[in-house]
T-cell receptor, first 115, second 113 residues
């Protein structure tokens, strides 16, 4: 079945550092890929997505490129801020049974940014 | 739109009591999902509905858990009787169609003592 593997956290960075959170996936079909962010005490929010190979999703300075050849969707940001401290989830969804597109989530990676 | 609305935000109950969690999805969204989040297991899909019909409840842990969606704007997740191991954050999410991202509610933090 489908699966998503994320790097273990927490990832601890200083403000303005470069961020990479690795995500790799296995899927039987041709999935769409997502990054969600969860701030403390809140639900997950869609951060960005990509629906086909070589697509780059971007939002709020974050970006990720759909790499079919390496089955990866790594999240990057050039300069993190304290306000980026949150848990980041990689996810995929493919049509599945009856076109249901039920996503598979990774375990989440906690990011802590210090001033 | 106010987003997906869940209530209550926090619930503390004694073991053996019935607990009902509520969710109002985004208007027009045709899929509704209930998730449970714990440190041990991460995010688990419990059940999902399409056009108010339950499609897959294979993630519901036991018969103590039940979910309903009587109309397009309301769903409940009930636990009866509750147990301490049910303590978790329960999220409701809704989505329009397939292949798109979800909108999550803020969750209900359930503590069973």
């Amino acid at each position: 079945g489908d699966s998503v593997t994320q790097m273990e956290g927490p990832v601890t960075l200083s403000e303005e550092a470069f961020l990479t959170i690795n995500c790799t996936y296995t899927a039987t079909g041709y999935p769409s890929l997502f990054w969600y962010v969860q701030y403390p005490g809140e639900g997950l929010q869609l951060l960005l997505k990509a629906t086909k190979a070589d697509d780059k999703g971007s939002n709020k300075g974050f970006e990720a490129t759909y790499r079919k050849e390496t089955t990866s969707f790594h999240l990057e940001k050039g300069s993190v801020q304290v306000s980026d401290s949150a848990v980041y989830f990689c996810a995929l969804s493919d049509p599945g049974k009856g076109g249901s597109y039920i996503p598979t989530f990774g375990r989440g990676t906690s990011l802590i940014v210090h001033p | 739109d106010a987003g997906v609305i869940q209530s209550p935000r926090h619930e503390v109950t004694e073991m053996g009591q019935e607990v009902t969690l509520r969710c109002k999805p985004i208007s027009g969204h045709d899929y509704l999902f209930w998730y449970r989040q714990t440190m041990m297991r991460g995010l688990e899909l419990l059940i999902y509905f399409n056009n108010n019909v339950p499609i897959d409840d294979s993630g519901m842990p036991e018969d103590r858990f039940s979910a309903k969606m009587p109309n397009a704007s309301f769903s409940t997740l009930k636990i009866q009787p509750s147990e301490p191991r049910d303590s978790a954050v329960y999220f409701c999410a809704s989505r329009l169609g397939g292949g798109h991202g979800y909108t999550f509610g803020s969750g209900t933090r359930l503590t069973v003592v």
